[in-house]
């Protein structure tokens, strides 16, 4: 459902992205790994169609990340773009109204799931609930393929926890594909089909979840660390 | 983490040691649990998807550990039915023996890696053994 080729996306102090060859199939879930600064945001918004790559090409179902892309991509932003004065409620009618695919009779459960209600203002939110309300956005709409940007970054462990859940629970692995980003590789070990490790905008490692541990004898937790500590 | 199957029962007590395949340790806790007969030939198997969300593993990791598991012969599926152990006394019986010839084998190369001989491995297996079958009676 994606392929990138020779992508190439340079910000006046660095490259964040210095040539990514990658496809993206359909049905698994993938786990984009690496320290701060590896590139891996830039990659998810290039895929998003909110960057334009410098070099290289990337197609999303075929095409190139654009509006008739984005209509079919979830995506779920690093910052806490949520506006502060409203009520949960609102935010949802607000984000239902953009989106074709927006899931009605979906969201109050997932609401649910995540101990949230539709009266609550944002403001009165704490950081875990502000990432999971935001998970439930991504998760309401019927999209083949889900981006999630750091979703477990800097939060207790009830909050992430219970987004892993979600993540595994929503899935749809006939016909959706996941791609995680994160740094704290842990508690999404188990997630994964397969890993890709960025390391300063280049791919280090790229396979199976499963073969890489047959292979090295360790956990991609562990393997995460050897390569990047 | 545990999965209880239909009726009640604990069926699989897993703590992943995450350094192996994930795949590999659930085949291996479902052998182990036909092994002890907490499972059984004829016995319903959850569901893919409910498997999955139990143990908190990817939904193609169960995929796979189901599609593994009738390549071995250890399961049947029953279309729209869903996925059974095997019927047949023998299934059991040759589950076991794999499974206790297997960690038999991995103690004696372990203990002549050590440095034991034929003697001092019998003599030490037969002391602990009957050291713990007093302790429980």
């Known amino acids: ?229 | 983490m545990h999965y209880v199957k239909e009726g009640g029962e604990s069926l699989l007590k897993i703590e992943f040691d995450k350094a192996q395949p994930i795949y590999l340790q659930i085949i291996d806790q479902i052998k182990k649990a036909l092994a002890r007969g907490s499972l059984n030939p004829g016995d319903k198997l959850p569901s893919q998807r409910e498997l999955a969300l139990t143990l908190g593993v990817n939904p193609n990791t169960i995929q796979r550990v189901y599609r593994e598991m009738e390549q071995m012969g250890l399961t049947e599926t029953l279309r729209g039915q869903g996925t059974y152990i095997k019927q047949g006394d023998d299934l059991v019986k040759m589950v076991r023996s794999e499974m206790v010839n297997t960690v038999a084998e991995n103690f004696i190369n372990e203990m002549l890696a050590l440095g034991c001989s034929k003697e001092e491995i019998m003599t030490l297996v037969k002391q602990l053994l009957d050291k713990s079958i007093k302790l429980k009676g």
Not at chain 1, 94 to 121: C, G, H, I, S
Not at chain 1, 143 to 164: A, F, H
């Open chain 1, 1 to 229: 459902m994606v392929e990138i080729t020779g992508l190439v996306k340079v910000y006046p102090d660095t490259r964040a992205l210095d040539g990514i060859d990658l496809t993206i199939d359909s049905g698994k879930i993938y786990g984009l790994l690496g320290p701060n600064g590896s590139g891996k945001s830039t990659l998810l918004k290039c895929i998003a169609g909110l960057l334009r790559p410098d070099q290289g090409q990337i197609k999303v179902f075929g095409q190139r990340p654009g509006r008739v892309t984005k209509a079919k991509v979830a995506y779920l932003p690093e910052i806490d773009y949520l506006y502060r004065w409203m009520t949960i409620g609102e935010i949802i009618n607000f984000v239902a109204a953009m989106y074709p695919d927006w899931r009605e009779d979906k969201v109050d459960e997932l609401l649910k799931n995540m101990n949230l209600t539709k009266e609550q203002k944002i403001n009165s939110l704490s950081k875990g609930m502000r990432a999971r309300l935001k998970l439930v956005i991504a998760m309401a709409r019927e999209t083949e393929l889900v981006l999630l940007d750091e979703p477990l970054s800097g939060l207790d462990p009830s909050s992430r926890g219970k987004i892993v859940d979600m993540i595994l629970s929503e899935f749809r692995s006939e016909r959706q594909s996941v791609i995680l980003s994160t740094h704290e590789v842990g508690e999404t070990e188990n997630l994964y089909d397969e890993v890709i490790f960025l390391d300063k905008g280049t791919i280090r490692i790229m396979d199976q979840a499963e073969k890489l541990r047959q292979n090295h004898g360790l956990s991609i937790n562990d393997l995460f660390r050897e390569v990047f500590l």
